[in-house]
C-alpha cells in the first residue's frame, strides 16, 4: 500500500509559530511545490521571532538515499533564521538518531526533537 504525500504550512502569528505537517515521500514536483508556499510563508515574517513546529508523526526511518535530501530541508530551515525548530515524531529509536545525526552534520543547535 502507497502512503499519500502531503504538508500542510501555517504561519500562526499570535503564537509566533509556523506549523507544519509533512506526510509521506515527495515526488520531485511536489518537493518544489513544497519549497515554493515554504519560502513565500517565510517571507511574510521576521523568522527570528518564530518558532518551526515541524510534525513528522508520520514519518518512517529515513532510507539512506533519503537523507540528503532531508539534510537539505533541515538546511533550508536553518539558513531561515528561526529562533528555534521542534520536529514530533512517533517514539522511534532510530529515526530520532538519524534526524539528530542530521541535526549536528548542519549545525542547527536550535532545534529539538520531540517524540509523542
Do not use: H
Request: charged share 25%; aromatic share 6%.
Amino acid at each position: 500500500m502507497v502512503k499519500t504525500s502531503s504538508y500542510s504550512i501555517n504561519v500562526n502569528r499570535v503564537r509566533k509559530t509556523i506549523d507544519m505537517v509533512i506526510v509521506g515521500t515527495f515526488t520531485p514536483e511536489q518537493v518544489q511545490e513544497f519549497v515554493q508556499e515554504y519560502t513565500t510563508k517565510v517571507k511574510s515574517i521576521n523568522a527570528q521571532d518564530y518558532t518551526l513546529n515541524v510534525d513528522s508523526t508520520d514519518m518512517d526511518v529515513l532510507r539512506q538515499d533519503m537523507i540528503p535530501s532531508m539534510e537539505s530541508s533541515i538546511r533550508m530551515y536553518q539558513q531561515s533564521g528561526f529562533d528555534k525548530m521542534i520536529i514530533m515524531i512517533k517514539k522511534n529509536a532510530i529515526l530520532k538518531l538519524q534526524l539528530n545525526r542530521i541535526l549536528k552534520n548542519v549545525g542547527f543547535t536550535n532545534a529539538e526533537i520531540q517524540e509523542k
